[in-house]
């Protein structure tokens, strides 16, 4: 089952997320209605930033997928950062507005009722945000899709604020300490403050052409040292990713005396050994004489 989940497009899921979105806003909102506690309330708005960020990952995610053109010749892959941003900001303007409940609600402290059935839908509301998460996560690994991750860490988050407000309800019927409820609704506003921040910021870095992850640097290394040789070198490697894509770029010495055709031909098993080594990698390579050094602008001068 988690093999055919992995290979599940991400606009598929993104749809799914997008209708699961609007079910579990009725149930929350109902369990709301019906409790009239503002800890679920800032569950159910927290719901509606699930429907759209989904929405505008989805759109992010068709843009990413589209071919490079005259105007875009690497490609759209960095769209899906936006979609994340997005989705970032959203969970922040939430968290403000649940603050503001909350705070309304402390001032003016109300009994909750109907408690069992309001619990009820929101445990089951979660339970499907749960499975979708999961499922989102496991194909964002496969398809290395960033919207795709933002959105099943989202709803991750969502599952742990939702288990956290049944936790608040459960000691205000307990205790009769209505003010649990506003503080359950706080603690839940500070916890998707952070991960908005946190998508916010992963979101800035990959648009600042991040260097790959260490264990994909390993993997490009090891292909590197099987070529190695007395007579073959490779110097100035730098690496970036861009959305789904990843590229790197080095220079690779040889001999002088070598033909053009007899270098090139190394250079193309060396391009293709990396790019079979790493999905979704692009590698270019720039051939240099063995006694030729490149040389780079100190960035005083590029300024």
């Known amino acids: 089952m988690l093999h055919a989940l992995r290979t599940v497009r991400p606009q598929l899921l993104l749809r799914v997320s997008i209708a699961v979105a609007v079910l579990t806003i009725a149930l929350k909102s109902l369990a709301w209605w019906l409790t009239g506690s503002v800890g679920l309330l800032s569950d159910a708005m927290e719901s509606v930033v699930n429907l759209a960020s989904a929405v505008f990952a989805l759109l992010m995610v068709t843009i990413a997928r589209r071919p490079a053109d005259a105007e875009h010749p690497y490609g759209h892959h960095k769209a899906e950062y936006f979609s994340s941003g997005f989705e970032g900001l959203l969970i922040i303007v939430a968290a403000l507005g649940i603050f503001w409940a909350a705070a309304q609600r402390l001032l003016n402290p109300q009994p909750l009722v109907q408690l069992g059935l309001g619990l009820g839908l929101s445990v089951l509301s979660s339970a499907i945000n749960g499975l979708l998460a999961w499922a989102m996560l496991a194909s964002a690994r496969t398809h290395r899709s960033m919207a795709l991750e933002g959105e099943g860490r989202h709803l991750i988050t969502d599952v742990w604020t939702s288990a956290g407000v049944i936790v608040g309800i459960g000691l205000v019927a307990l205790s009769g300490w209505l003010w649990l409820d506003a503080a359950v609704a706080i603690g839940v506003a500070l916890n998707i403050l952070r991960e908005g921040a946190r998508l916010m910021w992963k979101s800035s870095q990959g648009l600042m052409d991040e260097a790959l992850e260490p264990e994909i640097l390993a993997d490009i290394e090891r292909i590197l040292e099987a070529f190695r040789h007395p007579s073959i070198r490779f110097d100035h490697i730098s690496s970036r990713r861009s959305g789904q894509r990843r590229f790197v770029d080095l220079h690779m ?8 055709r007899r270098a090139a031909a190394v250079r193309g098993s060396v391009e293709q050994a990396l790019m079979s ?4 990698l692009r590698a270019s390579i720039q051939l240099l ?12 001068d590029m300024l």
């Open 253 to 260: 010495h040889m001999p002088a005396s070598w033909t053009l």
């Open 277 to 280: 080594a790493v999905p979704g």
């Open 289 to 300: 004489p063995s006694d030729v050094e490149a040389h780079f602008e100190d960035e005083e």
